[in-house]
């Protein structure tokens, strides 16, 4: 299932991206209309993989995301030593 939800990602960025550099509007409509038709397949494979898992998980998976949140902030505001001693 992740999986098919992956290649169906990759797919619906394919044609965005296809869109986004043709000239013809009708062209375009129907690539951003497929586009949609995969963002939905995904949400829809999404929320069955969401059902499938163990509770459990979906919390451990909210601490990890919250951890990696602080992380990045915390390396965001200190400057790395040799920028710090330039002299």
């Avoid at 409509?29 to 069955?48: F, P, T």
């Avoid at 163990?54 to 902030?73: G, L, M, S």
Wanted: proline share 2%; glycine share 2%.
């Amino acid at each position: 299932m992740i999986q098919r939800c992956h290649k169906w990602r990759q797919k619906r960025k394919q044609l965005i991206d296809q869109a986004r550099q043709i000239s013809d509007e009708i062209e375009r409509e129907r690539l951003l209309q497929a586009a949609e038709h995969y963002g939905r397949i995904v949400n829809a494979e999404q929320g069955k993989i969401d059902s499938t898992r163990d509770p459990k998980d979906k919390v451990n998976e909210a601490e990890i995301i919250a951890n990696e949140q602080t992380d990045t902030t915390d390396e965001d505001t200190e400057l790395p030593e040799f920028i710090t001693n330039l002299k």
